[in-house]
T-cell receptor, first 110, second 114 residues
């Protein structure tokens, strides 16, 4: 079973920041938080991952709380092409499998 | 640089038949994983192959089997198809030991069992 809890869906205005929350209260010390997204009719796409420090790359930022029980994925300037299902996953960095939950449907609207 | 290639893209089979799905990993990747995604759900891990051996398996029956070839490509075989096997089958490849950001997914094979 997935070790994360995410809202079922969220809406965001185009050009605004999209903040997607994730709860992972049972995360253990050697487990990382990963984010993937899946645009309709495509395979999941890696976005970002982190352990306990905040992370940023060209796609997004990841904010992890100090107790590591929750995190937020931030898309700084959402576009219509960011409409997708976003999955928050907890796993060991070199773990073999990804355990997906139902994810959050993000709808970016103009 | 080609990503993960899966074939066929769509397939319709009759209940009780057998099916083989194919995956070519991204260049430089030697590990292949297979996932099943039912409509409206997240992908579920089936198994992973590395060095032509099954390394880890999810909660799927023995009707699901696989193979990895010396060129790292892989096949997923499903025997005695059930209506419930209708799903999107995803292949993901990664370079072993390089962590999560090495996972690249294909666009999947949409299997419909009638």
């Amino acid at each position: 079973d997935a070790k994360t809890t995410q809202p079922t869906s969220m809406d965001c205005a185009e050009g605004r920041a999209a903040n997607l929350p994730c709860n992972h209260s049972t995360i253990s010390g050697n487990e990382y938080v990963y984010w993937y997204r899946q645009i309709h009719s495509q395979g999941p796409q890696y976005i970002i991952h982190g352990l306990k420090n905040n992370e940023t790359n060209e796609m997004a930022s990841l904010i992890i709380t100090e107790d590591r029980k929750s995190s937020t994925l931030i898309l700084p300037h959402a576009t219509l092409r960011d409409t997708a299902v976003y999955y928050c996953i907890v796993r060991m960095e070199y773990g073999n499998k990804l355990v997906f939950g139902a994810g959050t449907i993000l709808r970016v609207k103009s | 640089d080609a990503g993960v290639t899966q074939s066929p893209t769509h397939l319709i089979k009759t209940r009780g038949q057998q099916v083989t799905l194919r995956c070519s990993p991204k260049s430089g990747h030697d590990t292949v994983s297979w996932y099943q995604q039912a409509l409206g759900q997240g992908p579920q891990f089936i198994f992973q192959y590395y060095e032509e051996e099954e390394r880890q398996r999810g909660n799927f029956p023995d009707r699901f089997s696989g193979h990895q070839f010396p060129n790292y490509s892989s096949e997923l075989n499903v025997n005695a198809l059930l209506l419930g096997d209708s799903a999107l089958y995803l292949c993901a490849s990664s370079p072993i030991g390089q962590g999560n950001y090495g996972y690249t997914f294909g666009s999947g094979t949409r299997l419909t069992v009638v």
